[in-house]
């Protein structure tokens, strides 16, 4: 219903012959659908795991369905290729027909480890039979389609145990292996005698040993294969999440699907799964003196264009940090005294220009360093009553509203945000500080993050973010991504 209100009138009579997808799907990028859903191996694991390896590239616009069952050419008509990630009952005659029609008409088909189990055939779950315990029918155009199969006619196909192996490329020329080492090593099973269809291309292959249990000869592992006008990308590898972790499978998979979508591969000889801009901000983070849950280090953790380094005290401000960093981020605790060279350097840094967000307990930092509270941060939670000023407070587990304050690039555009969070009360703040978050909560100050008074370089201050309900919060994370990245003059 919201869709026939944001679309034209035009563009609903255009959906009914041709529908444009383009509004659904990101731009500029291969579209692939991951089958999934059922299989003897642990698809609830390996499919995020083969969908994490496709986003990491920044090549493709993923999508999973976990019933192909219900696949039509009309559902499959927006992809470019399919990853199979299935190993189970058959998907009945519309999907199959579906599935055979979208590959031989041009597009691509890549299948991963138990894939190339034989529809039908005989059901590799448990008792070899389906789950209703009927062996259906083979569907054999599977094995035509990918080029190969398991049988169960001698010689069987199966494998010895798992164990580290060294995968070479055959066909080095090929578009997917180009640029590629001439092997790569991984623990995995190592698929044997596979019921093979003439015209497939074997890209690479690995020794069966003799003495892991193996039949002594080269195995064909990675092939290719054409259907029609579509192209087929087979790997045997993929046991599960760790087999399919070796550098070879993650690039030899991501190329793969690459190529069976557009018959060319532009992806690197390696693909990273924590990709990184070349320019990411370069940030240290420093904790210590106080604990803290793991879930903190979650809040910058996977940004492209942030690279965290922790280091905590007393190791942190040891050297000249401020050539190796854009930003420093303080989720420490240091309520005494920093030694002499700490200290130096760390106030050399804020002289450099350098940006700085401070969190939370971080506040009550340097207690004694009156430059650092007051020029610098512009806050400090006092420790101990300071006449006339009584000692400031805190209490956990507060459910506060958190209204974002002007349109300071940090804080433009948020939403107001109810968080689960600890709160301090009276606490010094300097005069006339930029504010970017306040509350009313009856606990807590008003103000809950600011712009420090500090002008050689760009300090904020955040009080939230005591514990997990903040550090996995998307809008925590957000501010606290935005601020760095202020912070460190972007
Ligand atoms: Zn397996
Ligand atoms: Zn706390």
Not at 395 to 400: A, I, S, T
Not at 409 to 426: F, N, Q, S
Request: with cysteine; net charge negative; glycine share 8%.
């Amino acid at each position: 219903m919201l869709l026939a209100g944001v679309m034209s009138a035009a563009a609903l009579a255009q959906s009914a012959a041709a529908p444009d997808d383009s509004f659904f799907f990101e731009k500029g990028k291969l579209r692939v659908l991951i089958l999934s859903g059922r299989n003897n191996h642990d698809w609830r694991a390996s499919t995020p795991h083969l969908r994490r390896i496709l986003d990491a590239t920044g090549r493709f616009d993923v999508r999973v369905t976990e019933e192909p069952s219900g696949l039509t050419a009309e559902s499959l008509r927006p992809y470019d290729v399919l990853v199979s990630d299935y190993c189970g009952p058959r998907w009945g005659g519309t999907a199959e027909k579906a599935v055979a029609a979208f590959v031989h008409s041009g597009k691509g088909l890549v299948a991963v480890h138990a894939a190339s189990y034989p529809f039908g055939e005989a059901q590799i779950l448990g008792s070899h039979q389906t789950p209703t315990g009927v062996r259906e029918p083979a569907w054999s155009e599977w094995a035509t389609i990918v080029g190969g199969a398991w049988t169960e006619k001698e010689p069987k196909t199966g494998h010895a145990k798992r164990h580290v192996y060294e995968v070479k490329w055959t066909n080095a020329a090929h578009p997917i292996a180009q640029g590629m080492a001439p092997s790569f090593t991984v623990s995995d099973e190592l698929y044997h005698q596979f019921a093979l269809k003439p015209g497939i291309e074997v890209l690479a292959t690995a020794l069966d040993a003799a003495e892991q249990g193996g039949n002594g000869r080269q195995e064909p592992l990675l092939w290719t294969n054409r259907y029609g006008a579509g192209r087929v990308f087979h790997t045997a590898l993929g046991h599960d999440v760790a087999a399919m972790s070796a550098p070879g499978f993650i690039a030899s998979f991501a190329r793969g699907v690459e190529w069976t979508a557009s018959e060319k591969v532009t992806l690197p000889a390696s693909v990273s799964l924590d990709p990184k801009d070349k320019d990411a901000l370069r940030v240290m983070l420093v904790t210590g003196g106080h604990d803290h849950e793991q879930s903190f280090y979650a809040v910058l953790d996977g940004l492209r264009e942030i690279r965290v380094t922790v280091n905590p005290h007393p190791a942190a401000f040891g050297g000249d940090f401020a050539k190796a960093y854009d930003c420093i981020v303080l989720y420490d605790y240091h309520v005494g005294d920093l030694p002499e060279v700490p200290q130096r350097n760390l106030r050399e840094y804020l002289e450099s220009g350098k940006g700085m967000v401070v969190l939370h307990h971080a506040i009550a930092n340097y207690q004694k360093w009156p430059f650092w509270w007051k020029e610098v941060v512009g806050g400090r939670y006092l420790m101990q009553d300071e006449p006339p000023a009584k000692a400031s407070t805190y209490l956990h587990d507060q459910d506060l509203e958190v209204t974002p304050v002007g349109d300071h690039p940090i804080v433009k555009g948020l939403p107001p945000m109810y968080i689960h969070d600890e709160t301090y009360k009276g606490m010094w703040r300097a005069e006339g500080l930029q504010i970017l978050l306040k509350t009313n909560h009856p606990t807590s100050d008003e103000p809950l993050a600011w712009i420090g008074p500090w002008t050689k370089s760009r300090v904020v201050y955040i009080q939230l973010g005591h514990g997990r309900e903040a550090h996995e919060n998307p809008w925590y994370r957000e501010l606290v991504r935005r601020s760095v990245i202020w912070a460190a003059g972007r």
